[in-house]
């Protein structure tokens, strides 16, 4: 036997001995195991069948699989954040190479968006829209997720309310207050649409505790937590603008350019989906949700989604 198969030999042994488990057995099960394929490694079998339509339009294939890349990025950049999020102690370099990796997953979704904008025929999305009544990507869990795990939660406190709210409010007050809360009431009765109802029944637990969970180690929590010297680094205070400006801006912007050329293409203002007064609701110059207001300076505050 080679000096290498005696070496590995031994680790394995080290290994399965430290855990209680007969080594020799492992090694048996080697000789009996399937050869790894890249079908049953990557599960294609089960990705390519989640595709599963509502309406009889072609189109509508296009609007789920862009959809479910969608999540599938969500859930690449969370996966980014939470490990910056449970880091017992971030560097500078570390966490600028995790920022770096999710803005490139968010710059990919605001500069695909035109596979949204140009790529499905008006009429036939006019038509298997109306099969998805009152669903909308406003109940995207994973989209609310990467902004709780992005910043403090009093920067997506309704606007109207965030200057003056109680820093000590609990979840359930934080919850109600939360931006995207005014696009699900009826203005009138104060009552929540259905949109936000469902939403809500499946998600509301979790995004309590989500809520709290990142209240001390969301991005910028752990930005702060570096010393002077390392926050005032300019490639990481120009990634974590460049962040900041991709998520609430420029995806906003694309995606509001696309509900405007569907919504509005026969002349009208179509009703969303979700039934929101969306074409206020999603500007970034009403909703000025911005992630980290302490790295723009109190012009670009000031002007935060203008001329866009
Ligand atoms: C032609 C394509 C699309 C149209 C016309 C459209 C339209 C809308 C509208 C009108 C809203 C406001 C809420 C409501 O439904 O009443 C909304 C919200 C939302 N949509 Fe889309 N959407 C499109 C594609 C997408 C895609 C691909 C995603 C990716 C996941 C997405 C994610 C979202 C999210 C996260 C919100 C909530 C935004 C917020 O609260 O600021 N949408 N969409």
Redo the contacts with the bound molecule.
Sequence with gaps: MNEKIITLNKRIEEKFKAIDQNPEVHLEGLVWAKPITYWDYIHTDALLNLQIQRSTEPDEMV?IM??QI??LLFKMMLWEIDQVATAEKITAPVFSDKLNRVSRYFDMLASS?SI??EG?DVKQ?LNFRNTLTPA???Q?AQ?RLIEFASTDWINLIDRRFRENFDRNADYDNIYEHLY?QA?GKDHSTGKKTT?VRLFEERYKTTFLNKLKAYNHCNLWSKYKSLNEQERKNPDLVKAMRHYDKTVNITW?MA?YY??EK??ESDGNTAE?????D?KK??LPKY?RRIFFPELWSADELKNWGENV
């Design positions: 609007f862009y959809h969608n999540e968006f949204m904008m499905m999305y909308s990507g406003f995207s989209y995207w696009a949109l906003v995606h696309a509900a569907y919504l969303a989906t979700g039934g929101s969306w609701y999603m909703q």
